[in-house]
């Protein structure tokens, strides 16, 4: 499951609760996967986008596109 997502995926947990939906073209490898799910056991509750760019700031899917 590593390398860019092609398509939006959502993750779940082991009760088939959501963690997070990570968007298109969201790099996704191993550490990324660890610092998900710890984020994810200290909130107690699912990642909203908000968290996923505090986790991950540089990563570019995660930045608004305003259309004009």
Do not use: N
């Amino acid at each position: 499951m590593k390398g860019k997502l092609t398509e939006p995926r959502v993750i779940t947990d082991y009760r088939g609760e959501p963690v997070c939906i990570l968007p298109v073209g969201f790099y996704f490898t191993d550490d990324r996967w660890q610092a998900i799910w710890e984020r994810f056991e200290e909130k107690d509750e699912a990642l909203s986008h908000e968290d996923l760019r505090a986790l991950f700031p540089d990563e570019p899917s995660l930045v608004p596109h305003i259309r004009e």
